[in-house]
C-alpha cells in the first residue's frame, strides 16, 4: 500500500499569511507515460465532505479560489494558501488515487493565529 | 448539478449486517467508476471499496475484504455497500464518492451516512 504522510499535523497561520502543508508519498504517484500525478487534495470543514481543491497534484478544480496552490512531483508535495482567509480553516487531506488500495494522508487542521 | 444521496445508516450489533445506499443524478451514472470511503468519529478518511463503470470489477480494503460488498445498478442510477459481519471499528460516517479508480480523481462526494456498530 501506498502509504501517505502529511506534516504538520497542525498549524496556525495568521489571516492574510502563508499556510504550507507537506505530504510524502511512500512511492512514487507519478505515471511517467503521462507524466501525470495522481494526488489529490481536500479540504473537509466540520460536519461536511471533503472537498476536492487540487487534481493532477497542481490543478485547480473549478471554482477553487487562486490562492490554493499544489506543487511538487513523485513523492514529494505541497498545498499553499498564498494568503489565509477565515473561511479557510478546515482539514485538508492529501490522496493518492494511483493505484488501489486508494490512501489518504492523515491530515492537517488549519486554524487562525 | 452532481449530487450522491447516501442512505442507510443506522445503529446494528457486532456481527450484524446494514445495506448502504447511494442515489446518483446529475451526471451519466453508467461511465463513472464509483467508490465508498469512510471516516471514522474524529478520525481521517479511509477508502473502502471501489467499482468500475460497468461493475464487473470490485476492490476492496484489506479489512474488509469477505465481509462487505459493493454493487450498482446503471439501469437505476444506484451504488450500494453490503456490509455483513460489522465490527466495531467499522462505525464510520461512509461517504459515496464518484470516481476514485481507473486514475480519475474522487470529484463529488455525499453528505455521508452514519454507520454505528455497538452493543
Known amino acids: 500500500d501506498i502509504v501517505m504522510t502529511q506534516s504538520p499535523d497542525s498549524l496556525a497561520v495568521s489571516l492574510g499569511e502563508r499556510a504550507t502543508i507537506s505530504c510524502k508519498s511512500s512511492q512514487s504517484v507519478l505515471y511517467s507515460s503521462t507524466n501525470k500525478n495522481f494526488l489529490a487534495w481536500y479540504q473537509q470543514k466540520p460536519g461536511q465532505p471533503p472537498k476536492l481543491l487540487i487534481y493532477w497534484a497542481s490543478t485547480r478544480e473549478s471554482g477553487v479560489p487562486a490562492r490554493f496552490r499544489g506543487s511538487g512531483s513523485g513523492t514529494d508535495f505541497t498545498l499553499t494558501i498564498s494568503s489565509l482567509q477565515a473561511e479557510d480553516v478546515a482539514v485538508y487531506y492529501c490522496h493518492q488515487y494511483f493505484t488501489t488500495p486508494l490512501t489518504f494522508g492523515g491530515g492537517t487542521k488549519v486554524q487562525i493565529k | 448539478e452532481v449530487q450522491l444521496l447516501d442512505s442507510g445508516g443506522d445503529l446494528v450489533r457486532p456481527g450484524g449486517s446494514l445495506r448502504l445506499s447511494c442515489a446518483a443524478s446529475g451526471f451519466t451514472f453508467s461511465i463513472y467508476a464509483m467508490c465508498w470511503v469512510r471516516q471514522a468519529p474524529g478520525k481521517g478518511l479511509e477508502w473502502v471499496s471501489g467499482?468500475?463503470?460497468?461493475?464487473?470489477?470490485?476492490y476492496y480494503t484489506d479489512s474488509v475484504k469477505g465481509r462487505f460488498t459493493i454493487s450498482r445498478d446503471n439501469s437505476k442510477n444506484t451504488l450500494d455497500l453490503q456490509m455483513n459481519s460489522l465490527r466495531a471499528e467499522d462505525t464510520a460516517i461512509y461517504y459515496c464518492?464518484?470516481?476514485?479508480?481507473?486514475?480519475?480523481?474522487?470529484?463529488?462526494w455525499g453528505q455521508g451516512t452514519l454507520v454505528i456498530v455497538s452493543s
Open positions: 467499482i468500475s463503470d460497468s461493475g464487473a470489477i470490485t
Open positions: 464518492v464518484r470516481g476514485g479508480i481507473y486514475g480519475y480523481r474522487s470529484d463529488h
